[in-house]
């Protein structure tokens, strides 16, 4: 059984939610809130797999939220449920650490499709989010960094995308492990990242994946 734990500072979309996810096999709806300032409460004293939040609200917005409950509970899925389709703002959701972003425009499908991916360790973007995160125009600057990539460096980002490790990299493209890691140093230096975080955020942005 997946605990979902939903926060929004609407009633009307917590009481609607709460009869869909009645129609929902293997999903439990383990709490509602309308407050962000309660919720690190409610896990505290809860079991919760998946939460799902909106993106604005009063008090904590869904991103701060996300930061605060993946500082103390890293394993716990966020999953963004929202109307907003700023693709600054999604991009700003998936490095706070969320593992889905859902439209609210979206149906039940989808909406189940994407609880029970994420709750899996999978990550969850529909099409049209990553339409939204690509929409984006390129600055001169990173256009630039764009070019200094290799056709190997350009294979590697993609595959990190896909969350590959070095090791699965090195067996795929058929180099040695040690090759991979320069490969990575080099990429970050170039695109002037530290992390792959800020690799996937790039790649996603710039469109630089085989999606």
Known sequence: MIKILLVDDHKIILDSLSLLFNLMDGIHLAGTINDSRKVMDFLDEHEVDVLLTDLTMPYLNG????????????????????????????????????????????????LERAIRKVNEGELHFSNEVMKLILSGKQTDENREKSKLLTKRELEIIKLLVKEKSSSEIASELFISLGTVETHRHNIFKKIGVKNIVGVVKFALKYNLTDE
Do not use: C, H, R
């Open 63 to 110: 991103i701060q939220l996300s930061f605060m409950v993946k500082e103390k509970y890293p394993d716990l899925k966020i999953i963004m449920l929202t109307v907003n389709d700023n693709p600054e703002l999604i991009l700003d959701a998936y490095k706070a650490g969320i593992s889905g972003y859902v439209m609210k425009k979206a149906g039940k499908d989808q």
